[in-house]
């Protein structure tokens, strides 16, 4: 007769998560500090992002000299830089969020759509994706801005056009493969329509490998936007943005390198931070290799 071992809720947990990296602890950490700080620009920015004191322009961080009413130094106009690096990161984060979460969402309906119908449907879709895989990203947005004018909206579905093709390949593939598989047979014969199949029983068990594809593109999305704004063509002011910030402060880099730095740093720790977060899900949810 074998004996009955319990474990309590806590060893259980030990042995369902694998420890985590330090590595990863820490893009975490950051992550969450980035999430927090753009839910509370409003109450933490100490000063108006337009607010402009030309007495003060150009003055050094507390670090290198600096006043302590301007943390992080001023730009060339006087305006606090830590405020505006708040709003930016606000502005920055909300855009790659709306962005990539629009492109999934379209992606997956293609991807579906291609493992669904199959013949004449699949063929269309797999040569958008491949137009779009070799389609420049910044030519397109360039001809786009130019032609409609810039406005948040149409930089949102400009962001999202940019990498749908790797959700819907990822979708048609995982798709293809379940449509095969015995549940999704079952649910078929009982009667089940395509929306409640794909909706009810195949996305649910997709889902994870979504979160995983979502979060490796969300950082190329924050790059594809920083690009745009330090190019002129992204967030206009009198609003602000990393990108925004990093192609002003080009301008100083000899002369106040703060101006410049302040933002490219949260941009390269951001994206490092959530690359690293999601090269690790994805370890974790590959169970091929165990």
């Known amino acids: 007769m074998s004996a009955d071992v319990t474990l309590s809720l806590p060893e259980r947990r030990r042995l369902r998560l694998p420890a985590m990296p330090a590595s ?7 992550i969450l500090l980035m999430v927090a700080v753009a839910l509370c620009a409003h109450w933490l920015q100490p000063y108006t992002i337009t607010q402009m004191d030309l007495s003060a322009r150009l003055q050094p961080p507390v670090l290198f000299g600096g006043a302590w009413a301007h943390p992080l130094g001023t730009d060339q106009l006087g305006r606090d830089v830590l405020s ?8 920055s984060l909300t855009l790659a969020f709306c962005a990539t979460l629009l492109g999934v969402a379209f992606g997956a309906l293609m991807g579906l ?20 895989a070799a389609l420049p990203f910044i030519i397109l947005a360039l001809s786009a801005l130019a032609f409609f004018g810039n406005s948040w909206t149409l930089l949102v579905f400009l962001l999202a056009f940019y990498g749908w093709e790797r959700h819907a390949r990822v979708v048609r593939g995982l798709a293809m493969a379940a449509n095969g598989q015995g549940y999704m047979m079952a649910v078929r014969q009982l009667g089940a329509g395509p929306g409640r199949l794909y909706a009810r029983h195949l996305l649910p068990n997709i889902a994870a490998t979504l979160v995983v594809s979502a979060t490796l593109a969300f950082p190329e999305v924050i790059l594809a936007a920083s690009g745009l704004s330090f190019l002129g063509l992204g967030i206009q002011p009198p609003n602000t943005s990393l990108g925004n910030m990093v192609g002003y402060g080009r301008s100083y880099l000899s002369t106040a ?3 410049l730095l302040a933002p490219a740093v949260v941009i390269v720790l951001t994206t490092l931070s959530i690359s690293l977060l999601g090269d690790w ?3 974790q949810l ?4 165990r």
């Not at 759509?113 to 137009?131: K, N, S, T, Y």
């Not at 590959?286 to 290799?289: A, I, L, V, Y």
């Open 24 to 30: 990863i602890a820490a893009a975490s950490l950051w």
């Open 84 to 91: 505006r690096l708040i709003v930016s990161i606000r502005v």
């Open 113 to 132: 759509a291609a493992a669904h119908f199959r013949g004449p449907v699949e063929q269309v879709v797999l040569v958008l994706i491949d137009v779009q």
């Open 257 to 259: 390198p703060w101006v």
């Open 281 to 283: 899900l994805r370890d």
């Open 286 to 289: 590959d169970t091929s290799g």
